[in-house]
């Protein structure tokens, strides 16, 4: 018989091939900025780039950039979230409803974030409604396509089956409709976080004083290209840390769903 494997191993398993891709990234990064491929003051190697992050900690002006870009990111998705998944609920279990906002949102789904910039800055000024408002509007098109297809997959004999047994909507909707659409859910929100740092990133380079965009900016004016780097690693980072956050928590309140 087969010993069954720890936690710890069954842990240490399920991160080997990401720790191995890692440390090969790392390698191969390592030997391009070593090579005479690339100038050396155009690709740090990556002891340069973490030195850069190290000084950019001390000096505190990593953690006031985190603050400010986490509050703006945190704010829009949670906002373009909520209207993007109560929009999607509703066209996806109202047909006729879906027909009348679908081709709106269609429209508005290939205009990009960075695009409405100008428009976001003349409407609302270079405060912090206007990078939030469009954070929000690039989440909310990507979580109402998401919740939108789940809604509607949802099969119909379901939904009339505990109508049939009376079931008041409330309760189709809590005990039906939400179980059945939860992966497509959890999909888009964890998408949706992903657009968030993206918008996050149009939205600080239309005008902002702090926020780890506005650092790649900067940094980027003065060619520092290993600070630059840093930045690059952090947003990554981050991105990954609130893909795993929210992975984590649809497996434990939805733990139907595979997602």
């Known amino acids: 018989m087969h010993a069954t494997p720890s936690p710890p191993g069954r842990a240490l398993g399920r991160l080997g091939p990401a720790l191995a891709a890692a440390a090969a990234v ?36 990593l953690a006031a950039d985190l603050r400010a ?27 006729k409803l879906s027909a009348a906002v679908t081709p709106v949102v269609s429209f508005l789904r290939p205009i990009p974030a960075i695009a409405l910039v100008p428009l976001a800055t003349a409407w609302f000024g270079i405060g912090e409604t206007a990078k939030r408002l469009l954070i929000a509007y690039a989440v909310l098109l990507a979580v109402w396509l998401y919740v939108h297809d789940g809604v509607s997959r949802v099969p119909v004999s379901h939904l009339r089956a505990a109508r049939t047994l009376g079931a008041p909507l409330h309760r189709r909707f809590a005990e039906v409709l939400l179980p059945a659409a939860a992966p497509a859910v959890l999909a888009a929100l964890r998408y949706g976080a992903s657009v968030a740092l993206l918008a996050l990133v149009a939205a600080e380079l239309g005008g902002a ?6 650092r790649l900016q900067v940094d980027g ?39």
């Open 26 to 61: 790392l390698v191969l990064w390592y030997l391009l900025a070593r090579s005479a491929v690339v100038a050396p003051a155009l690709l740090p190697t990556p002891a340069r780039t973490l030195a850069a992050l190290a000084d950019s900690a001390r000096s505190g002006i």
């Open 69 to 95: 870009s986490l509050a703006r990111a945190g704010q829009g998705f949670a906002l373009g979230a909520l209207i993007g998944s109560a929009l999607g609920f509703a066209t996806g279990y109202l047909p």
């Open 209 to 214: 004083d702090s926020g780890l965009a506005y």
């Open 221 to 259: 004016q003065f060619l520092r290209v290993d600070r630059m780097f840093a930045g690059l690693l952090v947003l990554g980072l981050l991105g990954v840390a609130v893909d795993l956050v929210l992975a984590s928590a649809g497996r434990r309140f939805a733990h139907w769903s595979t997602s």
